[in-house]
């Protein structure tokens, strides 16, 4: 069903889109809901399909998994993902400093405490951004 979907949106917005955000929520606050064993065996082969598909129409593709999803995230680049989203900054293991020692090539996008961020502390949201900064090797933000 995605791909034929994906097929009819693709070739209507063809020229017109530079980069396509799909995914599944893998990572719950502490840890993932599968295993990364699992993940690979079940998840990836499908997810591959719709990577190699938008990059078939030159688009760059952001992949959307919410939680602690550090231990996933190999199993994203190997099928071609060009950035992760959103970075969950308070579930385990997915600190801005973390990412980026480990998967330095690799593009985020998100970083904003949104589980803590309301109206009273939202002037913290610079920092957020000073953060997401140090994640990406030439500071852009996304």
Do not use: W
Request: glycine share 8%; charged share 20%; hydrophobic share 40%.
């Amino acid at each position: 069903f995605y791909l034929k979907a994906n097929k009819i949106f693709y070739e209507a917005i063809k020229g017109m889109l530079d980069a396509v955000l799909i995914g599944n929520d893998f990572g719950g606050q502490k840890r993932l809901m599968l295993s990364p064993d699992h993940i690979k065996k079940f998840a990836m082969p499908g997810a591959k399909k719709i990577v190699d598909q938008a990059k078939s129409y030159g688009l760059k593709v952001i992949y959307h998994s919410c939680g602690s999803i550090f231990e996933a995230i190999p199993e994203f680049i190997k099928i071609g993902v060009d950035a992760i989203h959103p970075i969950q900054s308070l579930a385990v293991n997915m600190e801005p400093e973390r990412l980026k020692k480990h998967y330095l090539d690799t593009a985020y996008s998100g970083v904003v405490k949104s589980q803590c961020t309301n109206f009273v502390n939202f002037f913290s949201f610079g920092s957020n951004c000073l953060h997401l900064s140090l994640t990406t090797p030439s500071g852009i933000l996304l």
